[in-house]
Nanobody, 123 residues
């Protein structure tokens, strides 16, 4: 599985951005796709996850109600729609994947990673 993330940028607080992740090599419905983020000086943290088959979702409490993860099976894309952004959302965002039958939130258990894309939210 190869992942390529894009769509980051700079936005003012209250604004929106959509991140995209192109996933090649996906052939198993028991694939879990997720977004993580890492701010300077912080550990990489879970943001949202979606099961490739079935579409079950999980969100970090800090983004619930503001972020939406989705996938397009035909296009092999995963998206992260981010609304009501605030400066605390500033980070490098990573797309990740692993084989799994449950919604895993631990970064260390993911074997596939895309390059990061920077999201900067100014106040």
């Amino acid at each position: 599985v190869q992942l390529q993330a894009f769509g980051g940028g700079s936005v003012q607080a209250g604004g929106s951005l959509r991140l995209s992740c192109a996933a090649s090599g996906l052939s198993d419905s028991k694939i879990l796709m997720a977004w993580f983020r890492q701010a300077p000086g912080n550990e990489r943290e879970f943001v949202a996850a979606i099961m490739w088959g079935g579409g079950a979702l999980k969100y970090a409490d800090s983004v619930k109600g503001r972020f939406t993860i989705s996938r397009d099976i035909a296009m092999k894309m995963v998206y992260l729609e981010m609304d009501s952004l605030n400066p605390e959302d500033t980070a490098v965002y990573y797309c990740a994947g692993r084989g799994s039958a449950y919604l895993d939130t631990e970064a260390s258990s993911y074997g596939y990673w895309g390059q990061g894309t920077q999201v900067t939210v100014s106040s």
